[in-house]
């Protein structure tokens, strides 16, 4: 009012505004400056800046509508604001105003109104300009998806400004090493060696570190200290290392913070055991060891005494030379906040997280929400400022994340780290709040200001904005934990989980329930588990694991108070109270015994707070469902009787304050109107996407939907996309016509085909989850594109699969599904050991088994849970000292139209996801190649394939075995697509659409070059597991190298998965006597390269008797010397190869208590004898200045 009033009496009039400002979040700018700020404001009316006198000048500039936000006179002492400096509430970066009032009445000009001149680095550019862009490698456990949406959002935004980009990833997987992304890609490990040969070889101008994780940052920090960035003239695009060294090392991070009496966690940086020690001895128990420049917590944890911090710190300098021993503040909250800053010195906070879970487990490991639930205007406020004075201070350029414990009490607070990169949280705050994060980091790092870039969902706003949500978002971690021998369930400081989900809801019960079912471990929700048992609540409570959210539902089951729980488990009373009402309405629901005894008000109260129709029906029905999918059909339609239906509403980044026609969408039952217009004109295609990345289904299954969406906008359809991951590339704004973030059931994915109406539905590009809903949702008349839903099931159905091939006189090894142990034992006798054990409809082989005697075999069905009439298991004959052969291949009616023929390393009994992948296939008979494709067509033909599908195969001497085939696109289509230069999911699409396609002339046999694909392990996160490889897959990720023969690849896709070339000294420990002669050349040549072999008992004896010298060490149970442990802690070996024998408990106890140090200390291990002879023939046979440098680009 005050600037209205000021600017009508200097003879100024006032405008009604269009759209009034009313928010806490509108940006101005000072005029005549690149200046600006985030004000609180609420007004109607605006000056017209055109009228004022010609004493008079505007002083303040909306930054959305370009209207008036303050004046001042040229001459007297007088100035005004439209928006409120003292910001209560609000944000108070305009709170200078109050001392220029002060320099006024002193008589002193105003301070600040000079053209400030930008920074000395101009912006980045021009003619052949040059980026070189660092990706983060293979998907590791706190290392996931989301460098992938993060580097291709990057290289969208530099591709923009005509400035060329060259991509080091080794990820071959993954979207931004496609076609079209990046100019150029080198599938290369991301280390100091490779990235300096290829900017000797592309000489660029700049670098990004941001974007490809703690891999990328700690590669270009040893470029920058190492002078080979100077050497080369390599400028650093945004964040300077300087600032990126202030915030990884943590002595200088510490000391940066007290320069501004910031307050940080009480800690201190030490180099040796003994020091951390004596640290911890100051500081006082409990303390927690963190290991610097380290990603998810790796190499950190609790010590609650000495002893504990022995074993610790042992880990933590295996993985890092600096060790920060820290005050324990477990139980504080966890909040985070998104940053951004441009080189004119412009921040904003983007989005602020807060972690369900208290202090004490890793941010990574928590359930996370956005916006914060339990701080109020002043701990917000407080906070934000806080986040910017650090990163000012800091001198960050893009985004960074800011970490805080903050205890709500006493209101006191402490930095825990700023991570000066894109991380986790930035793609979940970029997928949370509609702000291109990733993108606009990228533009910021070229030069630009935020001022010059406008934000990319609204199209018309600036992006110097702090997004306003409507809504509630919630991240759960997914665990894999059961996957894993002998792994620790608890959680704690470092990360374990493998993927995430993200929920969006307009409460936060909603948000948490969706959230829950999204993780895809067969829970319905926070109530109606049934399946899950805990036996101790207590103590469960007390020690969290993977599973504790549902032990808090379990606790209130029991009768445990909101008080009790949270004294247990320290997480805030208004996250517990919001729990506790889901209780109680799933408390009356089960009140009922049928749908009429359930109200209108009580059934769409629990859909407000997130029930799906299958917990309703269980809340109501109890035991009496006999068929489930029927019984959630008659709550759907006595749902949609009554009229209670889900509304769609969009994520607009301002909420609704601005008009924004967005594409981003999701549904709630907190509505009364879409906020969307649907045509029904069967002009769409419905894509399903892959959920949460998991062991089994990963970035792979990503990038099978993005091509899918690609080809289906290319060809003029309207693409959709369903799918609720934030780490994908997907579920990103732009990469369709529509973008449905949300559940992948059955009832949600009907919701939205109810709306949309497409012309048909793709299941075959996400996995196993689209391809689990194929059938009902064929049942329901909806139109599945390509192969039906019936073939899917006459594949899927191991019954219906194996008398289809007994049909068409395909051979198979001899299976039974067996419910009883008598029936298991006769069968075996029949067939003899090995057998292969396993339940149906899986991925990743979960819950399979290879049992080797008869011991295995009852301790394996005691962990597979009851066999029964009702969980029958699957008992294969197991082909020992088979090769492995894959095919992925498009077919057309039955017709195939591409394929690739790709050969496993290892033998048949590692999983297809974790072998090691040659293709072309190098070792293969012509007469194998021959009857696998003649096979592949009878298969194709039977199904009536039209789409994707890939076929696993065994082959013994000439003969072939086929082990299962899967009407999808499978985990190597995007290794097989790169390595030929065909893209198999561009094919199918236009297939699946119905558009003629023409044969590929090139086939594999056509290459000059040779692509191995390797697996990424994760072991190191993972406590106390078993790091040995089985039927049961294990890894978390790939990469894909390229080689001009097959020993140039290994050698590369090895060190790309961070395996090492060892020094000098190799412990072998290798298995049975067949495994002995298979390693027997690799033995020979380690000798002849000059190697000290070290070997255990049978291994020693074995290399005597073949003239191999080594040096015998004993196991862990026989008590002589020299100990192999001992060498291992001692740092005496460079590489273990350790081939387990068997199964039986006591050869795991003695290699596994080797195989676990060797992870625990960073050591390389491989555990299969065909991996370890191929890896030691490449580094015996070359040496790293061996490999090419040369781009995908350059292999024709």
């Not at 407080?382 to 004075?389: F, G």
């Not at 979940?428 to 030069?447: D, I, N, Q």
């Not at 304050?657 to 069967?682: C, I, M, S």
């Not at 699409?989 to 990424?1016: C, H, W």
């Amino acid at each position: 009012m005050g600037n209205q009033l000021l600017a009508k009496a200097g003879g100024a009039s006032v405008f009604k505004l269009k759209y009034g400002h009313r928010s806490h979040n509108q940006p101005v700018r000072m005029v005549g400056t690149n200046r600006c700020f985030i004000t609180s404001q609420n007004h109607g009316y605006a000056v017209d800046s055109d009228t004022l006198g010609a004493d008079w000048e505007p002083l303040f500039v909306n930054m959305n509508d370009g209207t008036n936000e303050g004046i001042r006179h040229k001459t007297k002492p007088f100035f005004t604001s439209q928006f409120h400096p003292e910001a209560c509430s609000g944000p108070t970066d305009t709170e200078f105003m109050f001392d220029w009032f002060v320099e006024a009445l002193n008589g002193q000009p105003l301070s600040l109104r000079k053209k400030e001149e930008a920074p000395a680095a101009g912006r980045f550019g021009g003619v052949g300009a040059k980026v070189l862009v660092l990706g983060s490698g293979a998907l590791k456990i706190g290392e996931a998806g989301e460098f992938d949406y993060s580097g291709s959002q990057a290289l969208k935004a530099i591709k923009e400004e005509g400035v060329e980009t060259i991509l080091i990833n080794p990820n071959i997987a993954t979207v931004q090493t496609s076609e079209g992304v990046a100019d150029r890609v080198y599938f290369l490990p991301v280390t100091p060696f490779f990235v300096e040969k290829v900017i000797e070889k592309e000489r660029p101008e700049g670098i990004l570190l941001a974007f490809g994780g703690q891999t990328a940052l700690n590669c270009g920090v040893a470029l920058y200290q190492s002078g080979v960035l100077e050497k080369y003239n390599v400028r650093v695009l945004g964040t300077p290392v300087q600032a990126i060294m202030d915030t990884e090392d943590r002595e200088l991070f510490v000391r940066k913070l007290d320069e501004i009496e910031v307050k940080t966690i009480k800690s201190e940086a030490v180099s040796t055991i003994a020091d951390a020690r004596r640290a911890a001895a100051e500081l006082g128990y409990p303390v927690i060891i963190r290991a610097a420049y380290a990603l998810g917590g790796l190499g950190s944890g609790f010590c609650d005494n000495e002893e504990e911090l022995n074993v610790l710190a042992e880990k933590a300098f295996s993985f890092s030379p600096q060790v920060l021993v820290e005050k324990s503040l477990k139980g504080w909250k966890e909040v985070e906040y998104e940053v951004v800053r441009d080189r004119f010195d412009n921040c904003i906070t983007v989005c602020n997280m807060e972690n369900f879970d208290p202090l004490g487990i890793h941010t990574g490991e928590s359930i996370v929400i956005a916006p914060s639930q339990t701080l109020n205007n002043t701990d917000y406020h407080k906070l934000r400022e806080l986040a910017i004075r650090i990163i000012r201070h800091i001198g960050i350029v893009g985004e960074c994340n800011v970490q805080y414990a903050y205890d709500p009490e006493s209101e006191d607070y402490r930095v825990i780290e700023v991570n000066a990169r894109l991380s986790r949280s930035s793609a979940l705050a970029s997928k949370a709040t509609g702000y291109p994060l990733a993108f606009v980091a990228a533009k910021l790092g070229l030069g630009y200001g935020l001022f010059d870039l406008k934000n990319s969902v609204t199209k018309t706003t600036t992006a110097f904005f702090e997004p306003a949500l409507d809504y509630v978002v919630c991240k759960i971690p997914r665990w894999d934990l059961g996957k894993f021998h002998g792994v620790a369930r608890e959680i704690g400081s470092s990360m374990k989980s493998v993927g995430e989900v993200m929920a969006i809801g307009r409460t936060f019960e909603e948000a948490l329930q969706k959230g829950l079912r999204m993780i895809g471990q067969g829970m319905h929700g926070f109530v109606e588990n049934k399946e899950l048992v805990i036996n101790d609540i207590g103590k469960a409570l007390t020690e969290p694991t993977d599973r504790r959210i549902f032990v808090i539902s379990k606790a209130f089951h029991a009768g445990y108070t909101v008080d009790q729980i949270h004294e247990l488990t320290r997480i805030d009373r208004w996250f517990l109270q919001k729990l506790y009402g889901i209780i109680r309405t799933d408390e009356e629901l089960g009140q009922g015994n049928s749908l009429p005894d359930i109200s209108d008000s009580l059934f769409r109260q629990a859909k407000i707070q997130g029930f799906s129709d299958f917990q309703i029906a269980r809340a109501v029905f109890k035991d009496s469902i006999t068929d489930f999918e029927e019984a959630v059909l008659s709550v759907r339609r006595d749902r949609k009787k009554r009229g209670i239906l889900p509304v769609v509403k969009q994520i607009d980044t301002l909420a609704a304050e601005y008009p924004a026609q967005t594409n981003y969408l999701y549904l709630t039952y907190n509505g009364t109107e879409n906020d969307v217009h649907y045509l029904g004109d069967k002009r769409s295609i419905v894509v399903l996407g892959s959920g949460a990345y998991r062991i089994g289904s990963s970035v792979e299954f990503d990038w099978c939907g993005v091509q899918a969406l690609n080809t289906i906008r290319k060809e003029g359809w309207r693409s959709v996309m369903i799918n609720y991951n934030p780490e994908t590339v997907s579920t990103d704004y732009d990469m369709c016509d529509r973008l449905y973030f949300d559940e992948l059931t059955f009832e949600r994915v009907m919701d939205i085909l109810e709306l949309e109406n497409p012309h048909g539905v793709i299941v075959s590009t996400g996995g196993q989850i689209p391809n689990n809903l194929a059938m009902r949702l064929d049942e329901q008349q909806v139109h599945i594109l390509g192969t039906s839903a019936k073939s899917i099931d006459n594949a899927e159905d191991r019954e219906k699969f194996s008398a289809m091939l007994d049909r068409i006189g395909v051979d198979q090894p001899r299976w039974k599904e067996l419910s009883s142990m008598k029936d298991i034992n006769l069968f075996v006798e029949e067939v003899g050991f090995p057998v292969l054990v396993r339940p149906s409809y899986v991925l990743s082989g979960a819950a399979m088994n290879v049992c080797s005697n008869q011991e295995e075999l009852e301790r394996f069905l005691q962990l597979a849970a009851n066999v029964s009439k009702k969980h029958p298991v699957v008992v294969s004959q197991f082909i020992e000292y088979a090769k492995e052969v894959e095919v992925d291949a498009v077919a057309d009616k039955g017709e195939i139209i591409m394929y690739a023929i790709s050969e496993h390393i290892e033998f048949a009994g590692v999983h297809s996801g974790d072998a090691t992948i040659q293709f072309p296939a190098q070792k293969l008979y012509v007469e194998t190649v021959r009857r696998i494709k003649r096979t592949s067509k009878q298969i194709a033909k039977e199904l009536n394939i039209s789409g994707p599908f890939n076929i696993q195969y065994l082959a013994k001497g000439n003969e072939i075995k086929v082990i299962e085939c899967n009407l999808r696109a499978s985990r190597s289509f995007p290794f097989v697509s790169k390595v030929l230069k065909i893209n198999f999911i561009e094919l199918a699409t236009r297939i699946m659409l119905g558009l003629p396609v023409e044969k590929p002339s090139k086939n594999e046999f056509d290459l000059d070059y040779v692509g191995i694909k390797a697996s990424q392990f994760s072991f190191n996160r993972l406590q106390k597991a078993d790091p040995v490889l089985g039927v049961d897959m294990a890894s978390t990720g790939e990469v894909g190298c390229l080689g001009d023969d097959v020993l140039e690849a290994v050698l590369t896709s090895m060190l790309s998965v961070g395996h090492r070339i060892p020094a000098k000294n190799i412990l072998l420990s290798t298995g049975t006597a067949k495994q002995k002669a298979a390693m027997l050349d690799a033995s020979k040549m380690l000798s002849e390269k000059g190697y000290n072999l070290f070997a255990t008992g049978g291994t020693h004896r074995f290399l005597q008797e073949n003239g191999i010298a080594n040096t015998l060490v004993y196991w862990p149970s026989e008590n002589r010397h020299p100990q192999a442990l001992d060498l291992l802690h001692e740092k005496k070996i460079d590489m273990i190869v350790n081939i387990p024998r068997d199964l039986t408990a006591g050869e795991l106890d003695n290699g596994y208590k080797i195989r676990r140090s060797a992870i625990d200390l960073n050591i390389p291990l491989i555990t299969n004898a065909r991996l370890a002879s191929a890896f030691i023939e490449a580094f015996c046979t070359l040496n790293v200045d061996d490999i090419c440098i040369k781009s995908w680009q350059e292999y024709k």
